[in-house]
């Protein structure tokens, strides 16, 4: 076979299986049965919730079942900032929490997307979601928007 066939042949099967490759490249986080909330006459306060890459083919090590994410940190009376932490299931996600000037929460998910990037998405939980109530001496602020919900990935 000529140099030249070889190369055009080589560069036909290259070419061919190289479109039957999709990237790998997820659009949000897919968070489910998010809580938040500031347990009554304790100094406590919880989030929990489950996430997840969408789509999970692009989820770190092919992982395709969510990571459980869990805290409980001192409040006391109202949801306080989390400090970028690692979801204790799939080491793979981290998260974090601010708290908003206008009253609100920013939920920050970040996992790798390969050995230089990172997947890093963004949700705001407006203060609506939020509700703060009386008990006695103390107030506790618990999340009451929805549990579930996309956490666009930003570009």
């Not at 055009?8 to 897919?30: D, E, H, M, Y």
């Not at 919880?46 to 090590?61: G, K, L, N, Q």
């Amino acid at each position: 076979m000529q140099p030249n066939a070889l190369l055009t042949t080589l560069f036909a099967v290259a070419t061919a299986s190289g479109a039957a490759i999709k990237a790998r490249a997820a659009t949000a986080f897919t968070v489910s049965n998010f809580t938040a909330s500031c347990i009554q006459h304790s100094v406590m306060c919880t989030y929990e919730f489950a996430v997840i890459t969408d789509p999970t083919s692009a989820s770190p090590s092919g992982n395709e079942s969510p990571a459980q994410c869990t805290l409980m940190l001192q409040g006391p009376d109202y949801l306080p900032p989390v400090n970028l932490t690692g979801c204790a299931e799939k080491q793979a996600y981290s998260w974090a929490v601010a708290v908003m000037k206008e009253g609100g929460l920013q939920l920050n998910v970040t996992t790798p997307q390969d050995s230089h990037a990172n997947y890093t998405g963004v949700y705001n939980v407006p203060a609506d979601d939020l509700v703060a109530e009386q008990h006695g001496a103390v107030i506790t602020q618990r999340y009451t928007g929805p549990s579930n919900f996309e956490v666009p990935i930003g570009a």
